[in-house]
């Protein structure tokens, strides 16, 4: 129900843009879900990267704030992650998760790897 998009290898400093599509996803559910991006670095646990609420509040993680940017598009049903600035130790899987009510949904994880 969940695909996360847009990873890839990139040098860095350079930019991404991850994309989580919900589009079999009842619309109130979408707009009412808190979403979250993780990631989960090789060999180490998953840690939260950003999150937005249904109310579009948004809270980062200190490793990220001021590079990614987490937004939400209840018309495409999609919460996308702009990710700027690259470092090496962004390079993980990222995935995404909504939480509506007791209700938890996983995307598939996406590679992102940032070369030095």
């Known amino acids: 129900q969940l695909q996360a998009s847009g990873g890839g290898l990139v040098q860095a400093g350079g930019s991404l843009r991850l994309s989580c599509a919900a589009s079999?996803?009842?619309?109130?559910?979408?707009?009412?879900?808190?979403v979250a991006w993780y990631r989960q670095p090789p060999g180490k646990q998953r840690e939260t990267v950003a999150q937005i609420s249904s109310g579009r509040s948004a809270n980062y993680a200190n490793s990220v704030k001021g590079r990614f940017t987490i937004s939400r598009d209840n018309i495409k049903r999609a919460v996308n992650l702009q990710m700027n600035d690259l470092k090496p130790e962004d390079t993980a899987v990222y995935f995404c998760?909504?939480?509506?009510?007791?209700?938890?949904?996983w995307g598939k994880g996406t590679q992102v790897t940032v070369s030095s």
């Open positions: 079999g996803m009842i619309l109130s559910v979408f707009r009412g879900s808190d």
């Open positions: 998760n909504f939480i509506y009510g007791v209700r938890n949904y």
